[in-house]
């Protein structure tokens, strides 16, 4: 047991460690407010869909070398998002 407790204390001297779970609590509250909500309202596929949308924006940055392609999926992806929410 105190093995592990030992682990645990050298793994937390790193300061990436300590953000990726503060990280990581935070995306889950996130998460899970978020997704009872879109369940509730029948979304709960918008995330595959936009997967697909920014997936084929990565495709096209590529085809076009787009140095920085974050540039142009990120807005692409947003932009799907609100039609299709503003679709259904």
């Known amino acids: 047991m105190f093995d592990v407790i030992e682990k645990i204390q050298y793994y937390m001297q ?6 990726a779970l503060i990280v990581g609590v935070l995306v889950s509250l996130c998460s899970s407010l ?17 997967s697909h949308v920014a997936f084929g924006a990565l495709a096209i940055a590529s085809v076009l070398k787009v140095a ?18 503003r679709s259904g």
């Open 14 to 19: 790193y300061p990436f460690v300590r953000y």
């Open 68 to 85: 920085d392609q974050t540039l142009l999926i990120m807005p692409i992806t947003m932009i799907a998002a609100i039609f299709i929410l």
């Open 34 to 50: 978020l997704g009872v909500t879109l369940v509730l309202k029948r979304f709960s596929f918008i995330g595959d869909g936009l």
